[in-house]
T-cell receptor
Framework: DAGVTQSPTHLIKTRGQHVTLRCSPISGHKSVSWYQQVLGQGPQFIFQYYEKEERGRGNFPDRFSARQFPNYSSELNVNALLLGDSALYLC??????????????FGDGTRLSIL | DQQVKQNSPSLSVQEGRISILNCDYTNSMFDYFLWYKKYPAEGPTFLISISSIKDKNEDGRFTVFLNKSAKHLSLHIVPSQPGDSAVYFC???????????FGTGTRLQVFP
Protein backbone atom coordinates (compact mmCIF):
# COMPACT_ATOMS: atom_id res chain seq x y z
CA ASP A 1 0.00 0.00 0.00
CA ALA A 2 1.18 3.50 -0.78
CA GLY A 3 2.21 5.62 2.14
CA VAL A 4 1.66 9.34 2.59
CA THR A 5 2.76 11.13 -0.55
CA GLN A 6 3.76 14.78 -0.75
CA SER A 7 4.50 17.03 -3.67
CA PRO A 8 6.68 18.67 -4.68
CA THR A 9 9.73 17.23 -2.93
CA HIS A 10 11.72 20.45 -3.25
CA LEU A 11 10.70 24.03 -3.94
CA ILE A 12 12.56 27.32 -4.19
CA LYS A 13 10.66 30.59 -3.80
CA THR A 14 11.50 34.23 -3.17
CA ARG A 15 10.27 36.46 -0.38
CA GLY A 16 6.71 37.67 -0.81
CA GLN A 17 5.63 34.83 -3.08
CA HIS A 18 2.92 32.30 -2.37
CA VAL A 19 3.31 28.51 -2.21
CA THR A 20 0.95 25.51 -2.24
CA LEU A 21 2.05 22.15 -0.91
CA ARG A 22 0.09 18.96 -1.50
CA CYS A 23 -0.47 15.77 0.44
CA SER A 24 -2.24 12.49 -0.24
CA PRO A 25 -2.93 10.41 2.87
CA ILE A 26 -2.73 6.66 3.23
CA SER A 27 -5.82 5.04 1.72
CA GLY A 28 -8.57 4.92 4.30
CA HIS A 29 -7.06 7.62 6.52
CA LYS A 30 -9.41 10.52 7.16
CA SER A 31 -7.17 12.79 9.19
CA VAL A 32 -4.34 14.89 7.78
CA SER A 33 -1.95 17.02 9.80
CA TRP A 34 0.77 19.43 8.72
CA TYR A 35 4.04 20.10 10.51
CA GLN A 36 6.96 22.45 9.95
CA GLN A 37 10.47 21.27 10.80
CA VAL A 38 13.36 23.72 10.85
CA LEU A 39 16.94 22.54 11.09
CA GLY A 40 17.88 21.21 14.50
CA GLN A 41 14.33 21.19 15.84
CA GLY A 42 11.50 18.72 16.08
CA PRO A 43 8.43 19.09 13.86
CA GLN A 44 6.03 21.86 14.91
CA PHE A 45 2.28 21.33 14.50
CA ILE A 46 0.57 23.66 12.03
CA PHE A 47 -2.89 22.22 11.26
CA GLN A 48 -5.05 19.14 11.60
CA TYR A 49 -8.00 18.39 9.32
CA TYR A 50 -10.49 15.60 9.79
CA GLU A 51 -13.41 14.95 7.46
CA LYS A 52 -12.67 18.28 5.75
CA GLU A 53 -13.04 20.25 8.98
CA GLU A 54 -10.21 22.02 10.77
CA ARG A 55 -9.71 20.26 14.08
CA GLY A 56 -6.63 22.00 15.36
CA ARG A 57 -4.32 24.87 14.62
CA GLY A 58 -0.83 25.53 15.93
CA ASN A 59 0.84 28.84 16.71
CA PHE A 60 1.38 30.00 13.14
CA PRO A 61 0.36 33.32 11.53
CA ASP A 62 -2.68 33.73 9.29
CA ARG A 63 -0.39 33.58 6.26
CA PHE A 64 -0.65 29.83 6.73
CA SER A 65 -3.87 28.15 5.63
CA ALA A 66 -4.95 24.67 4.64
CA ARG A 67 -7.88 22.68 3.42
CA GLN A 68 -8.91 19.08 2.97
CA PHE A 69 -10.74 17.75 -0.05
CA PRO A 70 -13.54 15.13 -0.30
CA ASN A 71 -10.94 12.48 -1.19
CA TYR A 72 -9.09 13.41 2.05
CA SER A 73 -6.08 14.87 0.27
CA SER A 74 -4.92 18.21 1.58
CA GLU A 75 -3.19 21.43 0.60
CA LEU A 76 -1.10 23.76 2.73
CA ASN A 77 -0.89 27.34 1.50
CA VAL A 78 1.56 29.94 2.68
CA ASN A 79 1.26 33.57 1.56
CA ALA A 80 3.77 36.42 1.66
CA LEU A 81 6.71 34.09 2.18
CA LEU A 82 9.45 35.10 4.60
CA LEU A 83 13.00 33.84 4.88
CA GLY A 84 12.01 32.17 8.14
CA ASP A 85 9.51 29.97 6.31
CA SER A 86 12.40 27.95 4.91
CA ALA A 87 11.87 24.49 6.37
CA LEU A 88 10.83 20.92 5.75
CA TYR A 89 7.04 20.69 5.63
CA LEU A 90 5.69 17.33 6.69
CA CYS A 91 2.27 15.87 6.17
CA UNK A 92 0.95 13.05 8.35
CA UNK A 93 -2.21 10.98 8.18
CA UNK A 94 -4.09 8.80 10.62
CA UNK A 95 -7.26 6.73 10.62
CA UNK A 96 -9.50 8.55 13.03
CA UNK A 97 -7.75 11.76 14.04
CA UNK A 98 -7.14 11.11 17.69
CA UNK A 99 -5.51 8.69 20.05
CA UNK A 100 -1.93 7.48 20.11
CA UNK A 101 -3.07 3.89 19.51
CA UNK A 102 -3.71 4.96 15.92
CA UNK A 103 -0.42 6.75 15.26
CA UNK A 104 0.20 9.24 12.53
CA UNK A 105 2.26 8.20 9.54
CA PHE A 106 4.41 10.79 7.84
CA GLY A 107 5.33 11.55 4.28
CA ASP A 108 8.89 12.41 3.26
CA GLY A 109 8.12 16.12 3.24
CA THR A 110 8.55 19.11 0.98
CA ARG A 111 11.80 21.03 1.39
CA LEU A 112 10.95 24.72 0.93
CA SER A 113 13.77 27.21 0.47
CA ILE A 114 13.12 30.96 0.45
CA LEU A 115 15.67 33.23 -1.23
CA ASP B 1 7.72 26.72 26.45
CA GLN B 2 9.20 23.36 25.52
CA GLN B 3 6.67 20.80 26.73
CA VAL B 4 8.67 17.80 25.50
CA LYS B 5 12.42 17.76 26.04
CA GLN B 6 15.19 15.52 24.82
CA ASN B 7 18.24 16.77 26.65
CA SER B 8 20.79 14.60 24.88
CA PRO B 9 21.38 15.81 21.32
CA SER B 10 23.50 12.78 20.49
CA LEU B 11 24.33 9.27 21.66
CA SER B 12 26.97 6.84 20.45
CA VAL B 13 26.65 3.11 21.18
CA GLN B 14 28.53 0.03 20.13
CA GLU B 15 26.73 -2.56 18.00
CA GLY B 16 25.10 -5.25 20.13
CA ARG B 17 24.89 -3.07 23.25
CA ILE B 18 21.81 -1.32 24.63
CA SER B 19 20.79 2.17 23.48
CA ILE B 20 18.78 4.23 25.94
CA LEU B 21 17.14 7.43 24.75
CA ASN B 22 15.47 9.70 27.24
CA CYS B 23 12.60 12.17 27.13
CA ASP B 24 10.98 14.46 29.70
CA TYR B 25 7.64 16.24 29.52
CA THR B 26 5.91 18.92 31.52
CA ASN B 27 2.21 18.63 30.62
CA SER B 28 0.38 16.08 32.77
CA MET B 29 -2.56 16.13 30.32
CA PHE B 30 -0.70 14.08 27.73
CA ASP B 31 -2.34 10.67 27.17
CA TYR B 32 -0.01 9.09 24.66
CA PHE B 33 3.70 9.11 24.05
CA LEU B 34 5.31 8.06 20.81
CA TRP B 35 8.77 7.52 19.41
CA TYR B 36 9.64 8.22 15.80
CA LYS B 37 12.85 7.52 13.93
CA LYS B 38 14.05 9.78 11.14
CA TYR B 39 16.65 9.13 8.46
CA PRO B 40 18.00 12.01 6.35
CA ALA B 41 15.75 12.96 3.44
CA GLU B 42 12.88 10.84 4.79
CA GLY B 43 9.89 11.58 6.95
CA PRO B 44 9.65 10.36 10.55
CA THR B 45 8.79 6.67 10.87
CA PHE B 46 6.60 5.52 13.76
CA LEU B 47 8.41 3.10 16.08
CA ILE B 48 6.42 2.49 19.23
CA SER B 49 3.93 4.20 21.51
CA ILE B 50 2.66 3.94 25.05
CA SER B 51 -0.55 5.00 26.71
CA SER B 52 -0.40 6.94 29.97
CA ILE B 53 -2.19 4.06 31.72
CA LYS B 54 0.76 1.75 31.11
CA ASP B 55 4.35 1.84 32.28
CA LYS B 56 5.93 -0.40 29.68
CA ASN B 57 5.36 -1.40 26.07
CA GLU B 58 7.56 -3.77 24.12
CA ASP B 59 7.87 -4.47 20.41
CA GLY B 60 10.75 -6.67 19.35
CA ARG B 61 14.03 -4.92 20.08
CA PHE B 62 12.25 -1.74 21.19
CA THR B 63 10.84 -1.12 24.65
CA VAL B 64 9.39 2.13 25.94
CA PHE B 65 9.16 2.84 29.67
CA LEU B 66 6.95 5.52 31.17
CA ASN B 67 7.39 7.03 34.63
CA LYS B 68 4.40 9.32 35.11
CA SER B 69 5.42 10.58 38.53
CA ALA B 70 8.73 11.77 37.11
CA LYS B 71 7.18 12.81 33.77
CA HIS B 72 9.87 10.81 32.06
CA LEU B 73 9.97 8.19 29.35
CA SER B 74 12.76 6.25 27.75
CA LEU B 75 13.28 4.10 24.69
CA HIS B 76 15.50 1.04 24.97
CA ILE B 77 16.92 -0.63 21.89
CA VAL B 78 18.44 -4.05 22.48
CA PRO B 79 20.59 -5.14 20.76
CA SER B 80 21.56 -2.01 18.87
CA GLN B 81 22.33 -2.39 15.17
CA PRO B 82 24.11 -0.07 12.72
CA GLY B 83 20.81 0.37 10.86
CA ASP B 84 19.40 1.99 14.00
CA SER B 85 21.62 5.02 13.41
CA ALA B 86 19.16 7.87 12.93
CA VAL B 87 17.55 10.79 14.75
CA TYR B 88 14.96 9.70 17.31
CA PHE B 89 12.09 11.98 18.25
CA CYS B 90 9.93 11.67 21.31
CA UNK B 91 6.39 13.02 20.90
CA UNK B 92 3.32 13.42 23.07
CA UNK B 93 -0.37 13.93 22.44
CA UNK B 94 -3.73 13.97 24.17
CA UNK B 95 -6.43 11.45 23.24
CA UNK B 96 -8.71 14.10 21.74
CA UNK B 97 -6.44 15.25 18.95
CA UNK B 98 -3.76 14.21 16.51
CA UNK B 99 -1.61 17.19 17.50
CA UNK B 100 1.84 15.88 18.36
CA UNK B 101 4.29 17.84 20.46
CA PHE B 102 7.80 16.79 19.53
CA GLY B 103 11.10 16.98 21.34
CA THR B 104 14.19 18.27 19.56
CA GLY B 105 15.52 14.80 18.80
CA THR B 106 18.51 12.66 19.73
CA ARG B 107 20.97 11.54 17.08
CA LEU B 108 21.90 7.90 17.68
CA GLN B 109 25.02 6.47 16.13
CA VAL B 110 25.65 2.74 16.39
CA PHE B 111 29.22 1.82 15.53
CA PRO B 112 30.65 -1.67 14.82
Amino acid sequence: DAGVTQSPTHLIKTRGQHVTLRCSPISGHKSVSWYQQVLGQGPQFIFQYYEKEERGRGNFPDRFSARQFPNYSSELNVNALLLGDSALYLCASSLQGWGGDQPQHFGDGTRLSIL
Amino acid sequence: DQQVKQNSPSLSVQEGRISILNCDYTNSMFDYFLWYKKYPAEGPTFLISISSIKDKNEDGRFTVFLNKSAKHLSLHIVPSQPGDSAVYFCAASSSSTDKLIFGTGTRLQVFP
